[in-house]
C-alpha cells in the first residue's frame, strides 16, 4: 500500500513563479492536510479538508490555496512564491477530522530564490 | 491558548541508557494525543494515539503514557536505531496541535 505520495520530492523555485505541490492518498481518508515544517517552529497546518469538495484555513494559510475535487487528491498551489515560502511541506490524511490520527507523506522541499 | 510543550529540545544517550520524553498540554476538550517518530528528511511516522488520563501503550521499547496535563515516551534500553526526533500532538475538535519535537540521539 503506497499509503500518501506527494510530488515532487524537492524543486528549486524562482520568486513570483507559480507551483502546484501534489498530494495522494490510496486510504480512502475523507480528511486531508498540508502542513508546512521550519526549524524551530514545528508543523504549521496551512490548510485542510474534512471531506472532497471542502476546504478550510490553517494557522498560516496566506499565499497558498487548495482545491478537493475528490476524496484521494489535495493540491496545494503557490500563486506566486516568495522567499519566506522556503520549507518542508507536508501532506498527511485521516479518516475523519478532529480526533482521527493523521497519516503523513514523504514530503516536498522546496526554495524559493 | 491551546498549545503543546515538548522537553528536553535534545536529549543524548549512551545505548541501553533508559529515559523520558515529555509532553506538557494546555488544551480544552482534548480528544487524543499523539506520538509520532520522524527521521531527517522523511515524513513523520505515527506510533501511538492516547485517548483518556491512564492509558499506556507499548510498542518494542517504548511506551507512551497520559495525564491529564501531560504525556510521557519512556524509552527502555535505547539502541542507536532509536535515534530520531520525537513529536507529540493533541487533538481538540477539528485541530491539531503539534510540539516543536525532542530530537534524540542515541550513542552506542
Known amino acids: 500500500t503506497a499509503g500518501i505520495t506527494q510530488a515532487p520530492t524537492s524543486q528549486i523555485l524562482a520568486a513570483g513563479r507559480s507551483m502546484t505541490l501534489r498530494c495522494t492518498q490510496d486510504m480512502r481518508h475523507n480528511a486531508m492536510y498540508w502542513y508546512r515544517q521550519d526549524l524551530g517552529l514545528g508543523l504549521r497546518l496551512i490548510h485542510y479538508?474534512?471531506?472532497?469538495?471542502?476546504?478550510g484555513k490553517g494557522e498560516v494559510p496566506d499565499g497558498y490555496s487548495v482545491s478537493r475535487a475528490n476524496t484521494d487528491d489535495f493540491p496545494l498551489t503557490l500563486a506566486s512564491a516568495v522567499p519566506s515560502q522556503t520549507s518542508v511541506y507536508f501532506c498527511?490524511?485521516?479518516?475523519?477530522?478532529?480526533?482521527?490520527?493523521?497519516?503523513f507523506g514523504p514530503g516536498t522541499r522546496l526554495t524559493v530564490l | 491558548e491551546d498549545q503543546v510543550t515538548q522537553s528536553p529540545e535534545a536529549l543524548r544517550l549512551q545505548e541501553g541508557e533508559s529515559s523520558s520524553l515529555n509532553c506538557s498540554y494546555t488544551v480544552s476538550g482534548l480528544r487524543g494525543l499523539f506520538w509520532y517518530r520522524q527521521d531527517p528528511g522523511k515524513g513523520p511516522e505515527f506510533l501511538f494515539t492516547?485517548?483518556?488520563a491512564g492509558e499506556e501503550k507499548e510498542k518494542e521499547r517504548l511506551k507512551a503514557t497520559l495525564t491529564k496535563k501531560e504525556s510521557f515516551l519512556h524509552i527502555t534500553a535505547p539502541k542507536p536505531e532509536d535515534s530520531a526526533t520525537y513529536l507529540c500532538a493533541v487533538s481538540n475538535f477539528n485541530k491539531f496541535y503539534f510540539g516543536s519535537g525532542t530530537k534524540l540521539n542515541v550513542k552506542p
Open positions: 492516547l485517548y483518556s
Open positions: 498527511a490524511s485521516s479518516g475523519d477530522g478532529g480526533s482521527d490520527t493523521q497519516y
Open positions: 479538508s474534512n471531506t472532497a469538495g471542502t476546504t
